[in-house]
């Protein structure tokens, strides 16, 4: 009598690669899942006032139109509309207030409360301009903070300050960074040399090879939000785990 094949047998190799697809697919899935902290953006602030339309250009090139409460991470690159106004509360409550037309990269924002020795607080200012109010950083930590622009870096000494930066032929006043210190000191370095700014004082500087330089009287700082950005903006926002979610879906664009 002849043997008929097993069925199991014919079979096999069909649940063999049923088997091996199974398996990619949950090591595909348990990658991602490990993966995921790894890729993830840092949480670096909150926004809390706007005038106007900001957009957030993600690292990964992703773009988000931003809304009060909106949260900004480490390599974003904020950019306000002419009209716009935005001011962002970092994780220390430190406060940095775009105008409008304005461009700022946010490096790395590092900050723990009991981990004084991690903190990191670098930007770049690309374009536009600024007021920076110092937080619980720049009060601890204030040689952690790195202001960035076409013609110079800017530190601080506990501060309050304003930058601005006038591209060729973008205004009536000489090109360069100009700066209003309204609090604390500044301290301002480049390839051509480096000053320091103290409260009720305005600086120059017209170059990245050329001495950052003082000026006498206000050299037609452009800075002038609405009432409610010199009011306090709403309660402190807690630590990088405390901060509030959003109250509006951002729109992304990839």
């Given amino acids: ?22 398996a990619l697919l949950l090591c595909a899935l348990l990658g991602a899942l490990l993966g995921a902290p790894a890729w993830a953006a840092t949480v ?8 106007g339309p900001l957009l957030a250009k993600k690292a990964s090139g992703a773009v988000k139109i931003l809304s009060v409460r909106s949260e900004v991470e480490n390599g ?7 009209n716009t106004y935005a001011l962002v509360r970092f994780i220390d409550n430190s406060e940095i207030t775009l105008r409008p037309a304005s461009t700022l990269t946010i490096e790395n924002f ?21 007021r920076s109010v110092t937080g619980l950083l720049g009060k601890r930590s204030k040689e952690k903070f790195e202001l960035k622009a076409p013609t110079a870096t800017i530190g601080i000494r506990g501060t309050t300050f304003i930058a601005e930066y006038v591209a ?11 700066l209003q210190v309204l609090d ?15 409260a009720g004082q305005f600086g120059h500087v017209p170059g990245p090879a050329l001495a950052p330089v003082a000026v006498p009287a206000d050299p037609g700082m452009q800075f002038a939000p609405p009432p409610a950005f010199n009011a306090p903006a709403g309660p402190e926002t807690p630590g990088r785990s405390g901060v509030a979610p959003p109250s509006a879906v951002d729109c992304e664009v990839r």
């Fill in 168 to 178: 060729d032929g973008a205004a009536e006043r000489p090109a360069g960074l100009y």
């Fill in 76 to 82: 974003d690159t904020l950019v306000t509309e002419k």
């Fill in 110 to 130: 590092s900050f723990d409360n009991a981990k004084p020795e991690g903190d990191q607080a670098r930007f770049s200012l690309v374009k536009g301009g600024l």
């Fill in 44 to 51: 670096a602030g909150t926004v809390v006032q706007l005038s």
């Fill in 1 to 22: 009598m002849t043997s008929q094949p097993s069925r199991t047998t014919a079979t096999e190799p069909a649940h063999a690669a049923l088997r091996f697809l199974t």
């Fill in 184 to 198: 604390g000191i500044i301290h301002v370095a480049n390839a051509g040399g480096a000053a320091s700014f103290a």
